[in-house]
C-alpha cells in the first residue's frame, strides 16, 4: 500500500481481501454496488473515504462505515454490451492504430526524454500518467508528427523533475544529444520547465563541434532543441502538441543552433525559438512563459511549418562531429544582493572550498559598500584569496557597467568582474564550465568575459515586446 493512504480499518479489510491499489472492485452499501479501479489515496481528502474510478471515467468518494463491504470484482474488465455503433468505431479504432507508424521516408531525429508532461501520456482507465518510452506512442498524442519527422529513438536517461536536476544530468544529457546529433538529422529534448533554462545554458557550453576549442567561441552543427510544457496533455489549454510540432520543424530546419522552443503568445498561433543562453522562465503558470532576454528570438515558428528567421546571428547546418565536453566544477554558487543583505555569506562559501560566486547585484551591479553591511572586505578577501567573484543584475534585462557610479569603481578595483548583459543562471553555469578547465584566477577573468555560446551581446535590446 502507498503512504499517502486509506484510514486503518480500510487498509485492514483490502489486505484480508487481497485487494491493491489499481486492481478493480466492487463496493456495497446500502445495497447500492459500486464497481470501478480502485486509486490512491491522495494526499488531500477524507482517509476514510474509498476513491474509484467508475467506467464512466470519472472518480467517485465513498465513505467507509459500518455495513460497507469491499471485495474484488469478478472481472477484471466492466461487461460491456457492444452497440452496432461501438462495433463500427471498433474498426475505425483499428484503422487509426494501423496507421500510427512513422513515415520512413521523413527526416529522423532523436528524442531524448528527460521527464516532464510534455513527454508522458494520459491513461484514462485510472486517471494517471506515464511516460512515453516507444517512438510510436506520440502518434497517439500528437500523429501530425508524422508527416514531419521520423522519431527513430527515444532515449530515457531518467525522469525527474527539473527542479531536482543539477550538473552530473546535464552532462548525461550533454553525452546523448552529441551521440545522438551524430547520427540523425537533429535533436529534441523533453524536459521539464522549471529549470529548462539552466539545461539550455549547460548545453550550450558543454557541446560544441570536434574542431573548437573550450575557451573560444563554440557551436553545434545540428539544431538541438529543447522542449516542454506549461499544461498537461489532458487539459483542452495543452501547449504539448503545438510545442512538438514546432520542435519538430527546428529540428531538421537548417538552424544550428542550442534553444528553447515554448508557445510565443497565450494563443495557438505560434512559437519561438530561444537560445538557450539567451532565454528565462519569466511566468510560473502561462503557455508563453519563456522570454529571450536582451536579444531578439532566433525564429518565429507556426504549426504549418512556416519558419521566420528574426535573429540574423545564428548558424547554419554542417556534418560536422559535434564532442561532449563534460568538464564542471560544480563550487560555484549564486549570492543576491539586497538591502540588509549578509556579506559573510561569501566567507561561509570560501571555507567550505567554493572557487566561484555569482553575485546579483542590483541595477548596474551594485552590492552594499558604505552600508552598514558592507560587501567590501569579504569582496576583497575573496579575489585575493583567488575565488572569482562576478558581478550581474537582477534586474534581468540590460546590462551591468563598472563605470557608472563611484561605488561600481569600487567593487571592479576590489577584483570583482561586472558580466556585461549575461543571466545570472547562465553566468552560473559558465562559470562551473570554465573551473572545470583552468583555476587560474586571469584565465578564469578572461573566458568570463569571452562570447563564447552567444551569452554576452555588443549592444542589448531593450527587453523583447511583440
Given at each position: 500500500?502507498?503512504?499517502?493512504?486509506?484510514?486503518?480499518?480500510?487498509?485492514?479489510?483490502?489486505?484480508?481481501?487481497?485487494?491493491?491499489?489499481?486492481?478493480?472492485?466492487?463496493?456495497?452499501?446500502?445495497?447500492?454496488?459500486?464497481?470501478?479501479?480502485?486509486?490512491?489515496?491522495?494526499?488531500?481528502?477524507?482517509?476514510?473515504?474509498?476513491?474509484?474510478?467508475?467506467?464512466?471515467?470519472?472518480?467517485?468518494?465513498?465513505?467507509?462505515?459500518?455495513?460497507?463491504?469491499?471485495?474484488?470484482?469478478?472481472?477484471?474488465?466492466?461487461?460491456?454490451?457492444?452497440?452496432?455503433?461501438?462495433?463500427?468505431?471498433?474498426?475505425?479504432?483499428?484503422?487509426?492504430?494501423?496507421?500510427?507508424?512513422?513515415?520512413e521516408t521523413k527526416p529522423k531525429i532523436s528524442l531524448i526524454a528527460t521527464g516532464g508532461t510534455i513527454a508522458?501520456?494520459?491513461?484514462?482507465?485510472?486517471?494517471?500518467?506515464?511516460?512515453?518510452?516507444?517512438?510510436?506512442?506520440?502518434?497517439?498524442?500528437?500523429?501530425?508528427?508524422?508527416?514531419?519527422?521520423?522519431?527513430?529513438?527515444?532515449?530515457?536517461?531518467?525522469?525527474?523533475?527539473?527542479?531536482?536536476?543539477?550538473?552530473?544530468?546535464?552532462?548525461?544529457?550533454?553525452?546523448?544529444?552529441?551521440?545522438?546529433?551524430?547520427?540523425?538529422?537533429?535533436?529534441?529534448?523533453?524536459?521539464?520547465?522549471?529549470?529548462?533554462?539552466?539545461?539550455?545554458?549547460?548545453?550550450?557550453?558543454?557541446?560544441?563541434?570536434?574542431?573548437?576549442?573550450?575557451?573560444?567561441?563554440?557551436?553545434?552543427?545540428?539544431?538541438?532543441?529543447?522542449?516542454?510544457?506549461?499544461?498537461?496533455?489532458?487539459?483542452?489549454?495543452?501547449?504539448?502538441?503545438?510545442?512538438?510540432?514546432?520542435?519538430?520543424?527546428?529540428?531538421?530546419?537548417?538552424?544550428?543552433?542550442?534553444?528553447?522552443?515554448?508557445?510565443?503568445?497565450?494563443?495557438?498561433?505560434?512559437?519561438?525559438?530561444?537560445?538557450?543562453?539567451?532565454?528565462?522562465?519569466?511566468?510560473?503558470?502561462?503557455?508563453?512563459?519563456?522570454?529571450?532576454?536582451?536579444?531578439?528570438?532566433?525564429?518565429?515558428?507556426?504549426?504549418?511549418?512556416?519558419?521566420?528567421?528574426?535573429?540574423?546571428?545564428?548558424?547554419?547546418?554542417?556534418?560536422?562531429?559535434?564532442?561532449?565536453?563534460?568538464?564542471?566544477?560544480?563550487?560555484?554558487?549564486?549570492?543576491?544582493?539586497?538591502?540588509?543583505?549578509?556579506?559573510?555569506?561569501?566567507?561561509?562559501?570560501?571555507?567550505?572550498?567554493?572557487?566561484?560566486?555569482?553575485?546579483?547585484?542590483t541595477g548596474l551591479g551594485h552590492v552594499p559598500i558604505f552600508a552598514k553591511k558592507s560587501w567590501t572586505n569579504?569582496?576583497?578577501?575573496?579575489?585575493?584569496?583567488?575565488?572569482?567573484?562576478?558581478?550581474t543584475s537582477q534586474t534581468i534585462f540590460g546590462r551591468v557597467n563598472k563605470y557608472v557610479y563611484r561605488n561600481?569603481?569600487?567593487?571592479?578595483?576590489?577584483?570583482?568582474?561586472?558580466?556585461?548583459?549575461?543571466?545570472?543562471?547562465?553566468?552560473?553555469?559558465?562559470?562551473?564550465?570554465?573551473?572545470?578547465?583552468?583555476?587560474?584566477?586571469?584565465?578564469?577573468?578572461?573566458?568570463?568575459?569571452?562570447?563564447?555560446?552567444?551569452?554576452?551581446?555588443?549592444?542589448?535590446?531593450?527587453?523583447?515586446?511583440?
Amino acid at each position: 500500500m502507498q503512504e499517502l493512504e486509506y484510514s486503518k480499518e480500510i487498509k485492514k479489510e483490502l489486505l484480508k481481501e487481497g485487494i491493491k491499489i489499481g486492481e478493480r472492485i466492487r463496493v456495497i452499501k446500502n445495497k447500492i454496488i459500486l464497481e470501478g479501479i480502485l486509486l490512491p489515496k491522495g494526499e488531500f481528502g477524507d482517509k476514510n473515504s474509498i476513491v474509484l474510478k467508475l467506467d464512466s471515467g470519472y472518480n467517485i468518494g465513498i465513505k467507509y462505515e459500518n455495513g460497507v463491504k469491499i471485495e474484488k470484482a469478478k472481472t477484471s474488465e466492466p461487461k460491456k454490451i457492444k452497440t452496432e455503433t461501438e462495433i463500427e468505431l471498433g474498426k475505425i479504432k483499428e484503422k487509426f492504430l494501423e496507421s500510427l507508424k512513422w513515415d520512413e521516408t521523413k527526416p529522423k531525429i532523436s528524442l531524448i526524454a528527460t521527464g516532464g508532461t510534455i513527454a508522458s501520456r494520459v491513461d484514462y482507465k485510472t486517471g494517471g500518467v506515464y511516460m512515453i518510452m516507444k517512438p510510436e506512442e506520440f502518434l497517439y498524442n500528437i500523429p501530425e508528427l508524422r508527416n514531419i519527422i521520423k522519431i527513430q529513438r527515444i532515449i530515457n536517461p531518467f525522469n525527474k523533475a527539473s527542479e531536482d536536476m543539477d550538473v552530473n544530468d546535464w552532462k548525461i544529457i550533454a553525452k546523448n544529444v552529441a551521440n545522438e546529433l551524430n547520427k540523425s538529422e537533429g535533436v529534441i529534448i523533453t524536459h521539464g520547465t522549471d529549470t529548462l533554462h539552466f539545461t539550455s545554458a549547460a548545453l550550450s557550453f558543454m557541446l560544441r563541434k570536434k574542431s573548437e576549442n573550450w575557451d573560444e567561441k563554440h557551436s553545434v552543427s545540428k539544431p538541438v532543441v529543447l522542449v516542454g510544457a506549461q499544461r498537461s496533455s489532458d487539459r483542452g489549454s495543452s501547449d504539448t502538441a503545438m510545442n512538438l510540432i514546432c520542435s519538430s520543424y527546428l529540428a531538421i530546419s537548417d538552424i544550428a543552433n542550442i534553444g528553447i522552443c515554448m508557445h510565443g503568445s497565450e494563443s495557438d498561433d505560434f512559437c519561438y525559438f530561444i537560445r538557450g543562453t539567451k532565454v528565462r522562465k519569466m511566468h510560473t503558470s502561462r503557455r508563453d512563459a519563456f522570454k529571450p532576454i536582451n536579444e531578439f528570438p532566433i525564429a518565429k515558428i507556426w504549426n504549418n511549418g512556416k519558419i521566420e528567421i528574426l535573429n540574423k546571428n545564428i548558424n547554419k547546418r554542417t556534418n560536422e562531429k559535434v564532442i561532449a565536453d563534460l568538464k564542471f566544477n560544480d563550487k560555484i554558487a549564486i549570492l543576491k544582493a539586497y538591502p540588509g543583505s549578509e556579506p559573510k555569506l561569501i566567507k561561509f562559501l570560501i571555507k567550505n572550498d567554493y572557487q566561484g560566486i555569482i553575485i546579483e547585484g542590483t541595477g548596474l551591479g551594485h552590492v552594499p559598500i558604505f552600508a552598514k553591511k558592507s560587501w567590501t572586505n569579504e569582496i576583497k578577501n575573496a579575489c585575493e584569496s583567488g575565488v572569482f567573484i562576478g558581478i550581474t543584475s537582477q534586474t534581468i534585462f540590460g546590462r551591468v557597467n563598472k563605470y557608472v557610479y563611484r561605488n561600481l569603481r569600487i567593487l571592479s578595483k576590489l577584483g570583482a568582474v561586472h558580466l556585461e548583459d549575461m543571466l545570472t543562471e547562465v553566468a552560473y553555469i559558465k562559470l562551473g564550465y570554465i573551473l572545470g578547465h583552468t583555476k587560474k584566477l586571469e584565465k578564469i577573468k578572461s573566458v568570463m568575459l569571452t562570447n563564447i555560446s552567444n551569452e554576452i551581446t555588443e549592444r542589448s535590446v531593450g527587453g523583447f515586446i511583440e
